[in-house]
């Protein structure tokens, strides 16, 4: 789960603080989650960034300084991908299906011919050879660590848990994400913590086809060409081109634009983090001093959104009606575990209240929760978002749910809820929906039909009702399988789902 992704206060959007911003972990959820349950009489907290096991009877602590802004890329290795993988399966696709964001549900079965993804019941896109096309079921990608402990870009369908590397074992990759038609897939390899920024630090932005084949992956930039010693908070689709933060030092903040058939660099931003496409010229993004603003490739100064509030942060697009998810923290409560949920339209009206931070009075404090890791369903219809629940005692540190030295030690420390949006105005309708706890990172497909999130290190792929936001049969559950599916940091770590 994703402490990081809240706290700007303490490592900030712009300026990124050395102290607690490590990659292992930012809380004791993602050590629980990437490790398994502490051994009896344990704990598992996250000190430094790294997880470590103590004794229940040490007083509770809790790293809660650290946003998905300050943590730096886990240590991977230099890298020439082999480019001898397994072939991930997934043809281009005639056409997309899509109607200005709203994606057209056809009946189609899996295995059923198509011309297009339209014509493809939910879940499954048209693809194959132009003379047999056939309705498959969609990827889902992820960055996971192996049983070596290097970090992997993996695809897989989301039916069947066959996960496929996208770089060779013998190198380290991460952060895989798809371009708007699902037949291209980028992602970071070679990424080291030793090095300097001439590009060993960095690695290298490469673009693979999909399917894919035995050949070496394009490389669009490095640190050198990227100026950048990290490609952090990377994104593609719905854009026409990839964004990335870069990185100097402790200093994540700054947006590029890569351009996806290759080309140099270019700043998009001087300042400001987490990118988030509207279209393929549109974005939205956040920084410390100003909070949400949008800009548009090539052209000209950003735009803030000052309704939004000076700290606004973690912008997400929805494209099909120029709204923006995003979270801001509530400053009477405790610092780095207080954000909440809102959405403001771009125009600028009122912003609207999705999910608060609670607090409830037990004994020797109090329980509470912040809000986390938000997504929209692609339609605009849902919003999804992680509940963290912690104790805040009366004296003393917080610490997460879940654990055993805590009043709330047989709570879940994570929930998923579902929350459904009026498209109009991006009012909340009824009550939240717990959806999944003891998970993180949700996703929605682009058909707004399944969720993907993390739990235990495994992927699970639910099916729902998009009407009620009710869950439809059992959730599909990915065996570990030699791969662990990273948490630590935030946005950058939730699963991508191939569009249609």
């Known amino acids: 789960m994703s402490m990081r992704v809240v706290v700007s206060a303490l490592c900030g959007a712009l300026l990124v603080l050395s102290t607690g911003c490590g990659d292992e972990c930012v809380d004791a959820f993602d050590c629980r989650s990437d490790n398994g349950p502490p051994p009896a009489g344990q ?68 295995g059923d011919v198509c ?8 879940g499954l896109r048209c693809e194959g050879a132009a003379e047999a096309m056939t309705c498959q079921a969609l990827h889902v990608a ?23 590397r996208l770089s060779d074992a013998a190198v380290d990759s991460r952060y895989p994400r798809w371009n708007s038609a699902g037949n291209r897939i980028a992602f970071v390899r070679g990424a080291t913590e030793t090095g300097t920024s001439s590009g060993n630090l960095a690695g290298e932005l490469v673009v693979r086809d999909v399917p894919l084949a035995e050949v070496e992956p394009t490389v669009l930039a490095n640190g050198t060409s990227g100026s950048t010693e990290g490609f952090l908070y990377l994104e593609w689709e719905p854009g026409d081109s990839l964004l990335y933060v870069r990185r100097a030092g402790d200093s994540i903040s700054g947006i590029s634009r ?45 735009t803030p959104l000052a309704a939004a509030g000076a700290t606004a942060e973690q912008p997400h697009y929805n494209r099909v009606n120029d709204q923006l998810l995003f979270l801001r923290p509530d400053e009477t409560r405790p610092m780095g575990l207080n954000a909440a949920l809102y959405i403001i339209p771009v125009g600028g009206a009122a912003v609207q209240t999705i999910a608060e931070a609670t607090t409830t009075a ?31 005692p009366t004296t003393g540190e917080p610490v997460l749910c879940g654990g055993a ?53 495994q992927l699970y792929v639910q099916q729902i009702d998009p009407a009620a936001g009710t869950k439809v049969g059992d959730a599909i559950v990915h065996p570990v399988g030699g791969y662990t599916l990273q948490t630590s940091r935030g946005d950058d770590h939730r699963p991508r789902w191939q569009p249609r």
């Open 115 to 122: 011309t297009t993804s339209a014509d493809c019941a939910a």
């Open 142 to 164: 992820f960055t996971a660590m192996d049983d070596s402990d290097a970090m992997a870009a993996v695809v897989t369908r989301f039916d069947e848990p066959e996960p496929t």
């Open 258 to 302: 890569v351009p996806a058939e290759g080309g140099a660099v270019e700043e998009a931003t001087a300042a400001g983090t987490f990118p988030a496409w509207r279209d393929g010229d549109t974005f939205a993004f956040s920084t410390a001093t100003v909070g949400l603003s949008t800009a548009t490739v090539g052209g000209g100064a950003p």
């Open 362 to 392: 037990v004994e020797g404090g109090s329980v509470d929760s912040y809000i986390a890791n938000p997504t929209w369903a692609p339609d605009g219809s849902w919003v999804a978002y992680v509940r963290a629940y912690f104790f805040n």
């Open 405 to 457: 030295a805590s009043p709330c030690a047989g709570d879940p420390g994570n929930i998923i809820f579902l929350r459904r949006i009026n498209p109009a105005d991006g009012a909340p309708v009824g009550d939240e929906v717990s959806f999944a706890e003891g998970a993180t990172l949700p996703s929605f497909s682009p058909d707004a039909h399944h969720v993907a999130y993390i739990q235990g290190g």
């Open 43 to 110: 704990e598992w907290t996250c000190r430094s960034g790294n997880c470590e096991l103590r004794d229940v009877q040490q007083p509770p602590e809790e790293d809660a300084g650290t946003e998905e802004d300050a943590g730096t890329e886990e240590d991977a290795g230099t890298e020439e991908d082999a480019g001898t993988e397994e072939d991930a399966g997934t043809g281009e696709d005639a056409g997309t299906g899509d109607d200005g964001g709203v994606v057209v549900i056809g009946t189609g079965a899996k």
